[in-house]
């Protein structure tokens, strides 16, 4: 199996000038943002991860990007727009004067197609993910529901140099510790992937009382079959690794939950927080945001969320300018 390398990205690249919508940035002002945008095809052929970047071009910027990371069944489109056609949070943090990095993990959404889909692993994003982390320097990884297992495999796998550039970690309506996962799931076949069908993703992803259900349809045909393999890796003991509760020591965590979320057993979200010793944020009960589900960054508060979110990372001193 072939590694696409640096070059490979550089190859990849392009660079797009243009002005994003004008935004309040945490001190009140307002800023006219200029970007560069780049495209890199990362991790390992014939499964590469895409990651599109855009990064302010005139006046300050954040010290920190930020990765964003989807979860099963979908893509990196979650982070950029809204069903009814709201800036999503790449856009939001971007607005912020954050860099940011939106990918797609290898078999998903923009990357590359593969007809072994059905076998693709967490590990190969992973990989990608590792790469795209030299390449922004210092970043927070956000990762939504099975991104944040992802996230997981990262920290696991990274030496003390690649360490030093996880600034942060987000957990989004995680998957967490392995550790944790009560027995009892059934492994999928490997020979194909797995489509939950229509009337799970309606039940699971859209049934909250914030999700614009008007836009409904737009938003399940963004949706596609996940690979059966990194299901597995979730919620099968043997399969899915184990971390230990060390595996964020010495990096800003935390965890956010949507009291409403019925993809995620709402009994396990504690459990995951205490094993890891990080904090717990729910969205109602602690940022008192009512109603929201599993998808929470699309749903109708999404910016209300995204602000109360950049006012945590200022607190955790996340969001410094670079100099």
């Known amino acids: 199996m072939r590694t696409v390398v640096c070059i490979f990205s550089l190859l990849a690249t392009f660079i797009v000038m243009t002005n994003v919508a004008t935004a309040d940035d945490d001190d009140g002002g307002r800023a006219d943002i200029r970007l560069r945008q780049e495209i890199f095809y990362l991790g390992e052929d014939p499964n590469p991860m895409y990651a599109v970047c855009r990064t302010p071009m005139r006046g300050p910027k954040r010290a920190n990007s930020i990765i964003f990371i989807h979860g099963s069944g979908h893509s990196g489109s979650i982070y950029e727009n809204t069903p009814d056609n709201r800036p999503g949070w790449s856009q939001w943090f971007l607005q912020r004067r954050f860099p940011v990095c939106v990918v797609d993990l290898p078999g998903r959404g923009r990357a590359k197609t593969t007809p072994d889909i059905g076998t693709l692993s967490l590990a190969e994003g992973a990989i990608a993910i590792r790469q ?43 998957v967490g510790a392995a550790e944790l996962i009560p027995p009892g799931y059934k492994p999928y076949p490997e020979d194909a992937a797995v ?21 409904r349809e737009n938003y399940l045909l963004s949706l596609h079959p996940e690979s059966a393999r990194s299901l597995n890796e979730i919620v099968i003991p043997g399969i899915a690794p184990t971390y230990g509760p060390n595996l964020f020591d010495g990096i800003p965590t935390v965890m956010i939950a949507a009291e409403g979320d019925i993809a995620i057993p709402p009994e396990l979200i504690p459990g995951f927080a205490d094993f890891w010793q990080i904090p717990l944020i729910y969205l109602g009960r602690d940022w008192g945001f009512r109603g929201n589900g599993h998808l929470f960054m699309i749903e109708r508060n999404s910016d209300r969320i995204a602000q109360r979110l950049f006012v945590y990372l200022r607190q955790q001193g996340l969001t410094t300018m670079s100099r």
């Open 195 to 215: 489509d939950i069908g229509r009337e799970a993703q309606i039940l699971l992803f859209t049934s909250s009382e914030q999700f614009p259900q008007e836009a």
């Open 132 to 174: 795209l982390l030299a390449i922004t320097g210092p970043a927070i990884m956000m990762g939504h529901s099975m991104g944040s297992q992802t996230v997981q495999r990262v920290v696991a796998n990274v030496d003390a140099e690649e360490r030093a550039n996880v600034a942060g970690v987000v957990l989004l309506a995680p």
